[in-house]
């Protein structure tokens, strides 16, 4: 029995991970502990709980793996500033101290870290380093159900790589092609996510909501796909990409592109954080959606190719651009697909364990044919009727426990149908940048004001954002055009025509807003412009609760459908403990918070008007 740890960190999304005999046990982002988002700090208090969880100390552990290869990321910094000198001086004398102190001496850091957790014996401690995209392979084909598959990692750049086709068998996997940087479909969608006005390595999920709004026939989008395609990429048939230096700025710079140069190309500047988005920004949007998803389904065509397999695997923050998946599976490429929920860096903890799993010790690898190996993605941790309140206590909160859980189901359901919106807080946190169940916010899908009311009274965030849906599986052919499961929220398609509603004539000269709130479906708030939805179908296999509660709904409804949104507000970690929770609750217009059997109602609690005793400032994502 081998027990192997691993590790992300000084990036962004640091996590770690934690394998029994190649099962997953516990798995975590470190941001859900410090409550600092995307936080790139050691995963301390990650690696606590991984350890605390399995019963196992460091000592006991087989080996400790780190989920990239430092050395070979400060070759690439030396290289490249070499080959753009003498552009990047300045960027370079800043670079250099730092990765000489925390990179290049990653050895001595992660002894340091790990000495934090616990006192143990460096002599016997086995330290690992693998490659990153590698790592990101691992993550996604091993906990796959296929015992064979081509597996695409894409993201922006790990140590040289920005894209690998490899081929996994059984407990091996073997690279067949790789990109390098700086050509990089992670950095170019980067670059238009930094010059539409939100934050590079968080806001790209915000660029692929906002592409809808995109008119696909209007001139000027057309006219954005051509300009792409011409002057900053050349996309070759393998889906392999030649990024023209000449306007961007990320190897040698600060920047991600040469603003004045985008400005000249685009005719109109960089957006401003929170800037009014405007039509020109929204098409721009599509454009770069667009030529993604090209890129995205001709490299899945060329590693099925070279793979000659039936079956695809997919990791690296692109493969979170659900809305490019959603094609690549209509594309029909495959027989099936696997996405590692964790698909970005968090996800390169497991992996990177996984990778040191099968292959440093060349243990057997089990597939399960019929499921994949990520327990619903379900692996953070877990809190006790008598930690919650603790923690109410502590807030001299109101609470009601409701010891019958259909009982408790019956009232959430009847609260949702009311129009509510209900803070769900049960069992083990979910290891990945969704919520899917246990740390989430709920409103009725048929409710026409919910996206406005989840956007700007409960989030806090920008009012274009669209909603996800939970369906249970048992109904998802009955609201979208899917033939497959989507468990982790990563899968875009269609609301089926029947339940939409028409459009106006002059609906694409609206403006943005008319467009948003006029009513497309009967659920509505969860049908993006396009008629789309990002959807998580639910199973009673791995989250028995969740499924109970949201078939309760359809009982109730006939509708097995609700809106879902992860359990926090702008800029914040989703939550993690009860008293984040409560903490969430109290400082939005959440109506109710469900935390395993207990109910709490807004207006019973203490102070529930005195919003700003429980304001707590978060940065901007």
Known sequence: MKVVLGLSAFYHDSAAALLVDGEIIAAAQEERFTRKKHTADFPLHAIKYCLEYSGYKIDELDAVVFYDKPLLKFERLLETYYAFSPKGLFQFLKSIPVWLKEKVFLKKLLYDGLSEVEKFNKKKLNLLFSEHHISHAASAFYPSPFPEAAILTI??????????????????????????????????????????????????????????????????????????????????????????????????????????????????????????????????????????????????????????????????????????????????????IFIQPAAGDAGGALGAAQIVHYMYYEQARIVNTNNDAMKGA????????????????????????????????????????????????????????????????LGDARNVGMQKKLNLKIKYREGFRPFAPSVLIESSKDFFDLETTSPYMLLVADVKKERRKSTPDNYNKISLWEKLYHERSDVQSITHLDFSARIQTVHKETNPRYWQLINTFKTK?????????????????????????????????????????????????????????????????
């Not at 459908?561 to 507000?569: E, L």
């Not at 959440?590 to 940065?619: A, H």
């Open 378 to 441: 379900f692996l953070g941790p877990d809190f006790s009727d008598k930690e919650a309140v603790i923690s109410f206590k502590k807030h001299k909160a109101v609470y009601k426990k409701i010891d019958d859980f259909d009982v408790l189901c019956s009232n959430v359901a009847g609260l949702l149908d009311d129009g509510k919106v209900v803070g769900w807080f049960q069992g083990r946190m979910e290891y990945g940048p969704r919520a899917l169940g246990n740390r989430s916010i």
């Open 155 to 336: 993201d922006g750049v790990g140590e040289w790589a920005t894209a690998t086709i490899c081929h996994g068998k059984d407990n091996k996997i073997k690279i067949l092609k790789e990109m390098r940087f700086p050509h990089s479909v992670g950095l170019l969608y980067s670059a238009f996510t930094y010059y539409l006005g939100f934050r590079v390595n968080s806001g790209e999920y915000k660029l692929m909501g906002l592409a809808p709004y995109g008119i696909s026939s209007a001139a000027q989008t057309k006219a954005f796909i051509g300009i792409i395609k011409e002057k900053l990429v050349s996309v070759k048939d393998d889906g392999s990409v030649w990024l023209n230096q000449d306007y961007f700025n990320y190897a040698s710079g600060l920047k991600m592109v040469k603003e004045k140069k985008w400005e000249k190309l685009f005719g109109f500047p960089l957006l401003k954080p929170d800037g009014k988005i405007e039509q020109k920004h929204c098409n721009l949007a599509y454009a770069i959606q667009n030529v993604t998803e090209e890129i995205v389904i001709k490299m899945a065509k060329e590693a099925k190719r070279i793979s000659g397999s039936e079956y695809l695997c997919l990791a690296g923050g692109v493969a979170l651009n659900c809305v490019a998946n959603g094609k690549l599976l209509k594309e029909n490429i495959f027989k099936d």
């Open 557 to 621: 409804t006939d509708y097995g459908i609700v809106v879902n949104t992860s359990f926090n507000v702008r800029g914040e970690p989703i939550v993690c403990t009860p008293e984040d929770a409560y903490k969430c609750f109290m400082r939005t217009e959440m109506d109710y918070l469900v935390v395993n059997n207990f109910l709490l109602s807004k207006t019973m609690q203490p102070d529930w008007e005195n919003r700003e005793k429980w304001k707590e400032k978060f940065n901007k994502d």
